[in-house]
């Protein structure tokens, strides 16, 4: 399992942290969790390619996290090389009303030609595909968020939380997980609803056992403040804080 960090930003524009975006790579798969703006062009820094996507999952519609599927499909569609395989998506509930509402402003520009749109709809959910599982659970941001777990077969775990604020279903997401990549949107002291802070993320990392914590989603303030050391109040395990770009092995 690879996991390459595309953006760890939010909507602010920074020339530092771009907006959410995630790469998990298993065993020749490629899985793109959210795709904020500048996703497209990050991905081809790590040789990623728009063809090369086996799975596409979204967390949330909020457009930090999904500024980026109109020009995916539009890429796949009329692109050098258009896409040909079946282009499977996962979202949260309501995702079907979404993307169609999306497909009636762009008419036929957003119609797939060479290949088929498979949208599949989650909420407390396991999908089983050949080489991993993936687990969605609902998060507590706005009423369709999920997180996601992904599960190898070789028995590697991620989980991913998207944008919450604190909630048991992301302490039993995260449980035992080999790394998770948690929102900690901003600094313990400017707590803001539907979002974590570092230590309230420390303290899901804490409850859940995560053996890896990746900060990520931080607004500008984050850069100010000693993030680290306010989750580490909760959480004693390895650490990272989040960066364009950042690959992870596992
Ligand atoms: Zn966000
Ligand atoms: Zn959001």
Redesign the pocket.
């Known amino acids: 399992m690879e996991i390459t960090i595309l953006g760890s930003g939010t909507?602010v524009p920074s020339l530092k942290r771009g907006s959410p975006g995630l790469i998990l790579r298993i065993d020749g798969r490629v899985l793109l969790f959210d795709s904020g703006t500048g996703t497209l062009e990050r991905m081809l820094k790590r040789g990623i390619t728009y063809l090369d996507l086996d799975l596409v999952l979204y967390?949330?519609t909020?457009p930090?996290?999904i500024a980026d599927l109109v020009p995916l499909i539009f890429a796949c569609k009329y692109g050098e090389n258009p896409r040909r395989e079946d282009f499977p998506i996962i979202g949260g509930r309501g995702f079907k009303t979404y993307f169609r509402a999306i497909q009636e402003v762009y008419g036929h520009w957003l119609q797939p030609g060479l290949f088929r749109i498979n949208i599949t709809e989650v909420y407390e959910e396991i999908l089983d595909y050949d080489l991993f599982r993936v687990i969605a659970k609902p998060m507590v941001?706005?009423s369709e968020?999920v997180g996601y777990r992904v599960e190898s077969n070789d028995g590697k775990s991620i989980a991913i939380s998207?944008?919450t604020d604190y909630c048991p279903q992301l302490v039993e997401l995260a449980r035992d997980v080999d790394v998770l990549v948690i929102e900690s949107a901003l600094p313990d002291e400017m707590k803001a609803e539907?979002?974590l802070t570092p230590s309230l993320a420390g303290r899901i990392g804490r409850e859940a056992h995560c053996k890896k914590m990746v900060l990520t989603h931080l607004y500008p303030v984050c850069d100010t403040v000693d993030i680290a050391q306010q989750c580490r109040k909760e959480y004693r395990g390895e650490l990272l804080i989040a960066e364009d770009l950042m690959e992870i092995s596992l």
Do not use: L
């Open positions: 909507c967390t949330h909020h930090d996290h941001h706005i968020s998207g944008d539907g979002h």
